[in-house]
Structure formats: structure tokens, C-alpha cells
């Protein structure tokens, strides 16, 4: 995995923006919030949230940990980036980007929910 995959399967997803954070972070949004980060420079690691119960079991795993800060909100880091295939890294990024999209459309303006 590089990380032009992952920038690739990010950018597929709808309404999704990136932007450098912190002077070293890509971060793709939807609708401004964050749902998966991978550093520019260094080593490549790639941050994302998921499930509660998929925190945990993921976070045994060697090469993945909580990820710094933002752990309290079940997302993790993936830092052996080998560890899933394709399919499998497409999976957990459009989790991630619909779990931070449904906390979004939760109370929030009426363009932000899906139509029916």
C-alpha cells in the first residue's frame, strides 16, 4: 500500500476533500470532517475510524495501535500498512467515511442528509 492507493480510494468516495493539516498530514474530509490521515513525509502510517467493536480486535493486531489523540473516538493507526489488502483497505476507508458521515447528518442541516 502507498500512498497514492489510499489517496485514490479516498478521493473515489462522495464529497470528499484533503487538505495538508499540521504541516505533515494529508487529511481527507467529508464535509469538512476528517475520516482518514496519512503523513506526507516519513514513515507511512494511515490513521481512520471504525467501529467500536472493531477497535479493539483491530488494536490486538501487530501493527495497529489507538491511534495518538484521537483514540477515545475509536480510530486507530495503522502502522504495518501490508497488513490488509485492497479490498480490505477500501473497505475500512468507505467505513470510516460513512461512520464520520452518519455522526455528521445526525443533527445537522438537511443538505448534509442523504435523499430518499
Not at 39 to 48: D, K, N, Y
Not at 75 to 83: H, S
Given at each position: ?6 489517496r ?7 464529497n470528499?476533500?484533503?487538505?495538508i493539516?499540521?504541516?505533515?498530514d ?13 503523513p506526507?513525509?516519513g ?9 467500536e ?21 475509536k ?28 455522526k ?13
Amino acid at each position: 500500500m502507498d500512498i497514492e492507493t489510499i489517496r485514490n480510494i479516498c478521493m473515489a468516495l462522495p464529497n470528499v476533500t484533503e487538505a495538508i493539516k499540521w504541516g505533515n498530514d494529508l487529511c481527507f474530509m467529508v464535509h469538512g470532517k476528517m475520516f482518514c490521515v496519512v503523513p506526507v513525509e516519513g514513515v507511512f502510517t494511515v490513521a481512520l475510524k471504525v467501529t467500536e467493536d472493531e477497535f479493539g480486535e483491530l488494536c490486538n493486531l501487530p501493527g495497529i495501535r489507538p491511534a495518538p489523540y484521537v483514540a477515545k473516538y475509536k480510530w486507530v493507526l495503522v502502522e504495518d500498512t501490508t497488513i490488509f489488502n485492497r479490498q480490505k483497505w477500501e473497505q475500512y476507508i468507505a467505513q470510516s467515511h460513512g461512520l464520520v458521515l452518519a455522526k455528521l447528518v445526525a443533527g445537522k442541516p438537511a443538505r448534509l442528509k442523504p435523499k430518499p
